[in-house]
């Protein structure tokens, strides 16, 4: 499997594989994918099963500590100098789950942030995805004043150990 940041000529198949895994009302839609893609399509990771894209994590960077429902419809709050690393969306094609590549892409994710100098990484998430989370060291934050697609969510961060000299 190879993992590669995004570019433009994604777009169609990011908003396939989005809506192959979320529900209409969650899902983002491709001119939301277009816009998030103008700004920062560095924060795309992808995989490819040869050329077809199977999984992917996206997200804007922002100085804002907690996600809120504005990130998800205006991609121009991202601030590529930002403290945290916000994560919208985890994808993995149904027939590919279970095999570990959501997995492999958070932990891409995760070392990206960290050698951006990044805080740490803030996502949300289902009640039945809060222990998922937590093998990655996220850790529960409680219910997110999120309300997208009018579900509830849990706020879920990892925050970086400063000071180890790592």
């Given at each position: 499997?190879?993992?590669?940041?995004?570019?433009?000529?994604?777009?169609?198949?990011?908003?396939?594989?989005?809506?192959?895994?979320?529900?209409?009302?969650?899902?983002?839609?491709?001119?939301?994918?277009?816009?998030?893609?103008?700004?920062y399509?560095?924060?795309?990771?992808?995989?490819?099963?040869?050329?077809?894209l199977?999984?992917?994590?996206?997200?804007?960077?922002?100085?804002?500590?907690?996600?809120?429902?504005?990130?998800?419809?205006?991609?121009?709050?991202?601030?590529?100098?930002?403290?945290?690393?916000?994560?919208?969306?985890?994808?993995?094609?149904?027939?590919?789950r279970?095999?570990?590549?959501?997995?492999?892409?958070i932990?891409?994710?995760?070392t990206?942030?960290?050698?951006?100098?990044?805080?740490?990484?803030?996502?949300?998430?289902?009640?039945?995805?809060?222990?998922?989370?937590a093998?990655?060291?996220?850790?529960?934050?409680?219910?997110?004043?999120?309300?997208?697609?009018?579900?509830?969510?849990?706020?879920m961060?990892?925050?970086?150990?400063?000071?180890?000299?790592?």
């Open positions: 499997m190879r993992i590669r940041t995004a570019d433009l000529s994604d777009l169609k198949e990011i908003a396939r594989v989005e809506a192959a895994c979320f529900p209409a009302a969650e899902a983002a839609t491709e001119e939301e994918f277009e816009k998030r893609l103008i700004f399509k560095d924060h795309f990771w992808l995989m490819f099963e040869e050329e077809k199977i999984a992917f994590v996206d997200g804007m960077v922002t100085n804002q500590e907690d996600l809120t429902d504005e990130m998800y419809e205006k991609a121009e709050m991202h601030d590529e100098k930002g403290d945290w690393q916000m994560i919208f969306g985890v994808n993995t094609l149904p027939s590919y279970k095999h570990g590549y959501a997995g492999e892409l932990k891409r994710a995760i990206d942030a960290k050698e951006q100098g990044r805080k740490g990484l803030v996502l949300t998430c289902k009640d039945r995805l809060i222990s998922y989370y093998r990655f060291g996220f850790k529960n934050e409680g219910v997110s004043e999120s309300v997208h697609g009018n579900v509830v969510w849990n706020q961060r990892l925050t970086f150990d400063e000071g180890l000299g790592e």
